[in-house]
């Protein structure tokens, strides 16, 4: 995001909240003027530093908001601690260093931190555009995607039509599980979810039914798996509520 990372050092810029570096006469962020390293940087914050200050940073600028409630600057600085603290724990994508959510922990945490950051006063409309931002990354988390294959609507909903509205319903994945499953395929090769399991039964049949006849092994393998998938789908309908609805529920708990 482009924003500065927090921790306990000499001191911070009041400007935009930049780590200064000792000797620096401008602050590499903003360029406001800085004093001579010979004392204490004008114009900018020096948190005191505590115990175990790399576990306690959060908790010691809550302090230093508290104690000077006049001082923006530290309201700024904690917002940039509880933005940066906002996706601790998420997994990186090693593809393209995107940040994912793979867990209810995860994505609880984030809401938690990213909603103390916002509710500070203060004035940085960048600042408080990368909150906003990530926000709306952690709703896309929590939001539902359809996971299952369109195809099993389209042959239930020709029997009837509420078994692929079920179908469709059932198979709604929240999108922090979506990441976890993408996570595990990345890690093991594996695909997760009910509907990747269903996927993987047709599959196989149609890959031997594929290999009885060369010319129609693939009628028959289309035939068994439609056959098939929907005499099993009201088992799988039962896994992919447990997996999409209870499970969350109670890991949510």
């Not at 175990?52 to 600057?73: C, Q």
């Not at 399991?197 to 009628?219: A, S, V």
């Amino acid at each position: 995001m482009g924003l500065p990372a927090v921790g306990f050092s000499p001191a911070f810029c009041s400007n935009c909240g930049a780590k200064l570096d000792a000797g620096v006469r401008f602050c590499a962020g903003c360029g406001n003027p800085v004093a001579p390293a010979t004392g204490a940087p004008a114009g900018a914050v020096t948190p005191p530093i505590v115990a175990g200050a790399e576990a306690d940073d959060i908790a010691a600028l809550e302090r230093n908001v508290a104690e000077h409630p006049e001082d923006e600057s530290y309201r700024k600085l904690l917002a940039v601690a509880l933005h940066d603290d906002a996706m601790d724990g998420w997994w990186e994508d090693p593809e393209d260093k995107s940040l994912l959510c793979v867990s209810r922990q995860g994505l609880n945490h984030a809401k938690a931190q990213l909603t103390r950051a916002n509710q500070l006063q203060f004035n940085d409309p960048e600042l408080r555009g990368h909150i906003q931002e990530r926000m709306r990354l952690v709703d896309t988390m929590e939001a539902r995607k359809y996971t299952g294959t369109k195809l099993m609507i389209v042959v239930l909903g020709i029997f009837y039509v509420i078994p692929g509205v079920i179908w469709w319903y059932v198979n709604r994945r929240p999108g922090y599980l979506i990441n976890r499953d993408y996570m595990m395929h990345h890690k093991t090769g594996k695909h997760g979810g009910a509907s990747a399991r269903m996927g993987g039964l047709q599959g196989k049949i149609y890959e031997f039914c594929e290999n009885i006849d060369e010319n129609w092994g693939w009628l028959l393998g289309l035939f068994f798996m439609l056959t098939i998938g929907v005499m099993l789908s009201p088992v799988f309908m039962v896994l992919a509520y447990k997996q999409n609805y209870m499970d969350p529920k109670k890991e949510a708990a």
